[in-house]
């Protein structure tokens, strides 16, 4: 195997693993029931009260996985099949986006930068995407050196959501444990789900470095 197929093999299976690994833990973990017999939006309101965040509204929304955070309505958003659930899977997400509550609420440094970034980074994605295409079309060097350079801030904005996502895991399984929802009966099932989701966004930022790195490989070929 050359390294170019390597590395298309790399930016290819990589994200679509870790996306196995969540679907498996939260198919496996979304039948089991958690021991406190709560629902996701009642974990998630209780763990937010705990904290003095009884500011903080949590709404249903569609889709499987789609649950979220929204630092600027200051509301959670869990997904149709976490909300009314009482699983362990859906204890476990829940608790995971109370945990970038607390990280707002807190004015956590990452979380904050990553959120400022979020506007820069869609744009410079869609140039970056624009120039690399009219670049292999045209056949412009400094154009690929443009788009290659744009992107490079999308794969800082990926760096930096590593600590933000591990944090809000960590605060997940803390805030469960303080309020006496993480059952020894839960602890392996949590840990599993959180996990899983954790890879899911090393595996992005392991795929676009890769997909850089390649990018340059061609630029360099391209330019002998």
């Given at each position: 195997?050359?390294?170019?197929l390597?590395?298309?093999?790399?930016?290819?299976?990589?994200?679509?693993?870790?996306?196995?690994?969540?679907?498996t833990?939260?198919?496996?973990?979304?039948?089991?029931?958690?021991?406190?017999?709560?629902?996701?939006?009642?974990?998630?309101?209780?763990?937010?009260?705990?904290?003095?965040l009884?500011?903080?509204d949590?709404?249903?929304?569609?889709?499987?996985?789609?649950?979220?955070?929204?630092?600027v309505?200051?509301?959670?958003?869990l997904?149709?099949?976490?909300?009314?659930?009482?699983?362990?899977?859906s204890a476990?997400?829940?608790?995971?986006?109370?945990?970038?509550?607390?990280?707002?609420?807190?004015c956590?440094?990452?979380?904050?930068?990553?959120?400022?970034?979020?506007?820069f980074?869609?744009?410079?994605?869609?140039?970056?995407?624009a120039?690399?295409?009219?670049?292999?079309?045209f056949?412009?060097?400094?154009?690929?050196?443009?788009?290659?350079?744009?992107?490079?801030?999308?794969l800082?904005f990926?760096?930096?959501?590593?600590?933000?996502?591990?944090?809000?895991?960590?605060?997940?399984?803390?805030?469960?444990?303080?309020?006496?929802?993480?059952?020894?009966?839960?602890?392996?099932?949590?840990?599993?789900v959180?996990?899983?989701?954790?890879?899911?966004?090393?595996?992005?930022?392991?795929?676009?470095?890769v997909?850089?790195?390649?990018?340059?490989?061609?630029r360099?070929?391209?330019?002998?």
């Open positions: 195997m050359n390294i170019d390597m590395l298309i093999f790399i930016i290819l299976f990589v994200p679509l693993i870790a996306d196995i690994k969540v679907k833990n939260y198919s496996k973990y979304s039948k089991e029931i958690n021991n406190l017999n709560l629902t996701g939006k009642e974990i998630a309101r209780k763990i937010l009260d705990n904290n003095g009884n500011y903080i949590i709404i249903p929304t569609k889709g499987n996985l789609t649950d979220h955070y929204n630092p309505t200051k509301k959670i958003a997904s149709e099949s976490s909300y009314d659930s009482k699983s362990i899977a476990a997400i829940a608790a995971h986006e109370v945990g970038h509550a607390i990280q707002d609420k807190e956590y440094s990452f979380l904050r930068f990553r959120n400022n970034m979020v506007p980074v869609n744009f410079t994605s869609r140039i970056a995407s120039l690399i295409i009219l670049s292999f079309v056949d412009l060097i400094n154009m690929l050196d443009v788009g290659i350079i744009l992107l490079l801030f999308g800082l990926q760096l930096i959501t590593l600590p933000v996502e591990f944090n809000a895991s960590k605060r997940a399984k803390e805030q469960l444990e303080n309020c006496g929802l993480l059952k020894e009966k839960d602890t392996k099932g949590t840990k599993k959180l996990n899983a989701a954790a890879f899911t966004y090393i595996a992005s930022f392991l795929a676009m470095a997909q850089i790195l390649r990018l340059v490989l061609i360099n070929n391209n330019n002998n």
